[in-house]
């Protein structure tokens, strides 16, 4: 894939779509990036957008993209609303750096990453997991292990949802899954090819949906990822990251999701210190957005490019169809026939 760059020696101007949670975070990495200047803030309820900011406040993103014609937009807005959103932008000749998951289905996943090649833009989501120094060291201590065998993650937190997340039928798999089956792909280096999964709600669950699934992953290279977890799990809780272990030819590795590895028959790789972690700021989006406008200023792919990041998606997506059908389900693969 190839992307038009942005090669004027001028700061690179952003806009975000969404003023919640999310979107007031990616707002504090723009205004601290040097290379980028925040010009307009988008949310259908423009009022949310913070006045202290001194940034304009739109009511739609086509008319903020029309007024002010940014260089990129980060997209901060629900799942439901990402193939929507991204569309409207890269339509517009406008590249996009989105939040995850970057779409509700495949389809329209893979509709959004074909209209960023028709376009010429960049597409990237932000898979902020994967820039943790804990996941790092990880994923280079497995790399040590030679051919992986079996690869699996829990997650457990009993987590009192946001609003949109309690109206999911299954929320574990369409929202949080994402950062998981995403570490898993880095952590390997393989691509799903079919998935079992059961996703189920618990009877002393607070919430409505399935909060709760298992899912059996075969990968290339003859892997097997498995996955457990809840949102719905009181007490001794994983870390957000999940806890892990992986099984070589050489040995095995485990990761807290934290700052400890331990390793037998490899030595695990040690933390190197993040810098941005030391001020309070979500983890790892100021090193989403380094690499998405180092991406756009050289042409290099990042990290979480949409082809690639469409194979996470698909683990995403076939994991609920089977919890759906009750079957092993055949993960796609963009592009093929």
């Not at 190839?2 to 700061?11: G, N, S």
């Not at 975000?16 to 205004?31: M, P, V, Y």
């Not at 509700?104 to 010429?120: I, K």
Request: hydrophobic share 45%.
């Amino acid at each position: 894939m190839t992307f038009d760059t942005v090669t004027e020696d001028r700061p690179l101007r952003a806009v975000i779509a969404g003023a919640g949670f999310i979107g007031r975070q990616w707002a504090t990495e723009l205004l601290l990036h040097p290379d980028v200047s925040l010009v307009g803030w988008a949310d259908i309820d423009p009022s949310k957008v913070p006045s202290g900011r001194g940034v304009p406040a739109f009511g739609s993103v086509a008319e903020m993209v029309e007024a002010v014609r940014p260089d990129f937009l980060v997209n901060g807005t629900v799942p439901a609303a990402h193939h929507e959103v991204t569309l409207a932008t890269l339509e517009r000749g406008v590249s996009v750096l989105s939040e995850k998951p970057m779409a509700v289905t495949f389809e329209e996943g893979a509709d959004m990453v074909a209209a960023a090649d028709r376009a010429r833009r960049l597409f990237m989501v932000s898979q902020n997991r994967r820039y943790l120094p804990g996941l790092v060291a990880y994923r280079r201590t497995v790399a040590a292990l030679g051919q992986l065998a079996i690869l699996t993650s829990e997650f457990y937190i009993p987590y009192k949802s946001v609003k949109f997340l309690e109206d999911l039928p299954h929320p574990l798999i369409q929202d949080m899954a994402i950062h998981l089956f995403d570490a898993a792909r880095a952590i390997s280096g393989a691509d799903p090819l079919s998935v079992y999964c059961e996703s189920f709600r618990p009877a002393a669950s607070w919430y409505t949906g399935a909060c709760s699934a298992t899912a059996i992953f075969e990968m290339t290279g003859g892997l097997r990822y498995v996955f457990s977890g809840s949102w719905s799990a009181p007490g001794l809780q994983t870390s957000w990251t999940g806890s892990w272990r992986a099984i070589g030819a050489r040995g095995t590795a485990v990761w807290d999701g934290g700052s400890v590895i331990g390793a037998e028959g490899v030595t695990p790789v040690e933390l190197e210190p993040d810098p941005h972690q030391a001020r309070d700021r979500f983890p790892g989006l100021a090193w989403a957005l380094e690499e998405f406008v180092g991406a756009l200023r050289t042409g290099r792919p990042p990290q979480g490019e949409g082809h690639d990041n469409l194979a996470s998606l698909a683990m995403v997506t076939s994991a609920l169809e089977s919890a759906l059908r009750g079957e092993r389900i055949k993960c796609p693969l963009y592009g093929a026939t």
